[in-house]
Nanobody, 115 residues
């Protein structure tokens, strides 16, 4: 079992920044993958950025150069630094992690980019 708790969402103006956090209930080194996903109204959930099983990172093309995923193992936390935010980044952002054959989701945190 893995519990994931996100925080850090909010309302920000276009061009602004936010940092999301996701704390896991177990060592993130024991997880196969862990990353960020988002779902906008009327759209499917999509990958934003993730650590792969090899420890490398993968980003959606739409966020490359603007978003950065990072992790801090001592607190079992990953982060998503989001810069140069655009209205189209507005979505419910989820933390997701895979442990062997099971995928776990957090409850999500809302990010709204609007003037």
């Amino acid at each position: 079992q893995v519990q994931l708790v996100e925080s850090g969402g909010g309302l920000v103006q276009p061009g602004g920044s936010l940092r999301l956090s996701c704390a896991a209930s177990r060592s993130i080194s024991s997880l196969n993958t862990m990353g960020w996903y988002r779902q906008a109204p009327g759209k499917q959930r999509e990958l934003v950025a993730t650590f792969t099983s090899s420890g490398s990172t993968t980003y959606a093309d739409s966020v490359k150069g603007r978003f950065t995923i990072s992790r801090y193992n001592p607190t079992n936390t990953i982060y998503l630094q989001m810069n140069s935010l655009k209205p189209e980044d507005t979505a419910l952002y989820y933390c997701g992690a895979r442990l062997i054959a099971t995928f776990y989701w957090g409850q999500g945190t809302q990010v709204t980019v609007s003037s």
